[in-house]
Nanobody
């Protein structure tokens, strides 16, 4: 019913920047919370940042001001600007969205396929 397509993952040197983007499509009535999660090898998936439809944000403590999440409700997109990247940020980054769909009328959580971010010199 809903597909989340991510882009922007890459190999970057320590101190570099990347911008991840995620676009939602399908039988969407309304998108509520959206967020970015990441999973490194040998670790469990963790929340990086989330944003409500009205723009209220939440960040993991480990980010410490380096990342910024934003969204465009008209385009059904969410982005993550990542600055001052460090090797510890290396992970697969996943887009997540809570979506009200029409068939049947229900609210579900959806996940993107993930995009690889590698920080290495």
């Amino acid at each position: 019913q809903v597909q989340l397509v991510e882009s922007g993952g890459d190999l970057v040197q320590p101190g570099g920047s990347l911008r991840l983007s995620c676009a939602a499509s399908g039988s969407i009535i309304r998108i509520y919370d959206m967020g970015w999660y990441r999973q490194a090898p040998g670790k469990q998936r963790e929340l990086v940042a989330s944003i409500t439809r009205s723009g209220v944000t939440n960040y993991a403590d480990s980010i410490e001001g380096r990342f910024t999440i934003s969204r465009d409700n008209a385009k059904n997109t969410v982005s993550l600007q990542m600055n001052s990247l460090q090797p510890e940020d290396t992970a697969i980054y996943y887009c997540n969205a809570r979506v009200y769909v029409s068939t049947p009328p229900v609210i579900n959580n959806y996940w993107g396929q993930g995009t690889q971010v590698t920080v290495s010199s």
